[in-house]
């Protein structure tokens, strides 16, 4: 698939085109979601990807509104997104529903919990499990929210335990004042005592935040990585300060970084989808 100059339409940081506009804030290895606005002759169509709407040629027929994952292979001097999928082009168009019907129970639930903490008077403060059941329990309007989203997780989990890329949970009181929060969880190797965790979520300073989780029965250690990392050092002083000397398996703080460009999709994008 390929993007071609569309012409300006205002100014975005200086002015420019679509295509000026669209390089300004990507890079190659990046994946990103589109839509398909309008089809054209000659297999060109208007697709609308990050708020930009821009032609381009697509190498297969789909459907007016149907919703793409591409990958960035190129910027310069064309830009050259690469379709991807999830094996065969209908398993694909099903994984990409699937994930787009859980996005929306699951900001619906986002936009419902905040209010609710604070009529409850627990907004500003970390929630417990315990508090966060009690909560839904107290507010059937959040509960039935929250259910509608772990339902819509459900074939999303088992489409990736089917291939074997591990388990997942929404498991929102974890990062309740972020969102687009989901945890995977897997074992490392056939044989290994090790298990793997990862909680991701979209913080609204640190950007998409990625906390990997190693544990076995005697030690756990976790990396963090940020798509803001301009943060990490705040973090890091964070995460020091929140370590208890009476529990009975302290989490070892590897390092905090960058998280790569390639995984600004999330991780459900790069676990279900392949280039």
Known sequence: MRI???GSSGSYGGGGSRSDRFRNRHRPGQKVRGVLLKNLPDSMAWVAIDGE???AQLETTHQEGSRLLFLIQQLVPKIILKELTAGTEASAANA????SDFDSARTLFE???RPALAQAGLAGRPLPLAEFLTLLAETPVLLAAYLDAADCARPLGDALQSTGKGHLAYQPWLALYSRRQITIVRARGENSRLTEAIVEFDHNRMGLTRVQFLGSPETLSCRVLLQHPEHADALSRYLASRRHPDAPLQVQVLNVGKLPRSSHAGI????????
């Open 4 to 6: 071609s100059g569309s």
């Open 268 to 275: 459900l994008a790069e676990l279900l989808f392949k280039a």
């Open 111 to 113: 936009n419902r919990v």
């Open 53 to 55: 709407r821009l032609l």
């Open 96 to 99: 990409l529903s699937l994930i």
